[in-house]
């Protein structure tokens, strides 16, 4: 700081400056520290998602023992550290679950392997009360939506070998674009609704098209098969 009295403000840089970056890791590679740095933080502002993120690479961080009490709930359910608030109630009040203030939240945390096997339970279950032709464009908007397409034909593939190499990497590229699971789920669900609500008592007649007979020459064909 400046000698002038009065004077708060330094104008010089500071005198010692680190030449590499502190590594927290650096002489330390233990179960503990490799687990603090995999951290996944989420469910919280930017602010405090800075904050903590700041605690875990300077190794100031200290994770939780055991659960903590919630402040809206008063159940043992935090189980993360530095939050004051556990998730399902900081989701339905739409709060950051470190400070309690309605910021937007940054980062949404992945659900575990139990959580999205239920899901894709539950969906199955929804899905097997759909008609045929309804469980078919369902599978086609999942398909569409995970960035799929469907297998182009030998004689195709044989004419565009030579030339079609680099704009189908450049479109493959494109099409690799991944979605978290939470947008998944919800797009998985919206489109089960919608379905649902679109559903009429003529679905038999849906299902009925989705055999694959199109021209009346079809009904011919079997009816001369049963005569022979």
Same mark, same amino acid.
């Given at each position: 700081? =400046?000698?002038?009295?009065? =004077?708060?403000?330094?104008?010089?840089?500071? !005198?010692?400056?680190?030449?590499?970056?502190?590594?927290?890791? /650096?002489?330390?590679?233990? &179960?503990k520290t490799k687990k603090i740095n995999s951290t996944e933080v989420a469910e919280v502002c930017k602010?405090?998602?800075?904050? $903590?993120?700041?605690? $875990?690479?300077?190794? *100031?961080? &200290?994770?939780l023992s055991q659960a903590k009490t919630c402040t809206k709930c008063h159940n043992k359910a935090v189980?993360?550290?530095?939050?004051?608030? %556990?998730?399902? %109630?900081? =989701?339905?009040?739409?709060?950051?679950? !470190?400070? #309690? *203030?309605?910021?937007?939240?940054?980062?949404?945390?992945?659900?575990?392997?139990?959580?999205? /096997?239920?899901?894709?339970?539950?969906?199955?279950?929804? $899905?097997? #009360?759909?008609?045929? @032709? !309804? +469980?078919?464009?369902y599978h086609r908007y999942m398909d569409k939506l995970n960035g799929k397409k469907k297998k182009r034909?030998?004689?195709?593939?044989?004419?565009?070998?030579?030339?079609?190499?680099?704009?189908?990497?450049?479109?493959?590229?494109?099409?690799?674009?991944?979605?978290? $699971?939470?947008?998944?789920?919800?797009?998985? +669900?919206?489109?089960?609704?919608? /379905? !649902?609500?679109?559903?009429?008592?003529?679905?038999?007649?849906?299902?009925?098209?989705? /055999? #694959?007979?199109?021209?009346?020459?079809?009904?011919?064909?079997?009816?001369?098969?049963? @005569?022979?």
């Open positions: 700081m =400046s000698c002038k009295k009065g =004077s708060t403000r330094r104008t010089r840089p500071q !005198k010692y400056q680190n030449s590499t970056s502190y590594r927290n890791n /650096l002489h330390d590679n233990s &179960k602010r405090c998602q800075e904050i $903590i993120e700041w605690k $875990i690479k300077y190794k *100031k961080y &200290k994770p189980k993360d550290a530095y939050h004051t608030i %556990c998730i399902p %109630c900081a =989701s339905n009040m739409e709060v950051c679950c !470190k400070c #309690g *203030k309605k910021e937007e939240i940054v980062q949404h945390k992945a659900p575990t392997e139990t959580e999205r /096997l239920r899901v894709m339970a539950e969906l199955e279950r929804e $899905i097997e #009360g759909l008609s045929e @032709r !309804k +469980r078919r464009a034909k030998q004689q195709v593939q044989e004419e565009n070998d030579g030339e079609g190499d680099e704009t189908e990497a450049i479109n493959s590229k494109n099409d690799s674009k991944e979605i978290s $699971i939470e947008e998944y789920f919800k797009n998985a +669900r919206e489109k089960i609704e919608m /379905l !649902k609500a679109a559903m009429e008592e003529n679905d038999f007649l849906d299902d009925f098209d989705d /055999l #694959g007979i199109e021209d009346e020459e079809d009904f011919e064909d079997t009816d001369s098969e049963y @005569r022979d």
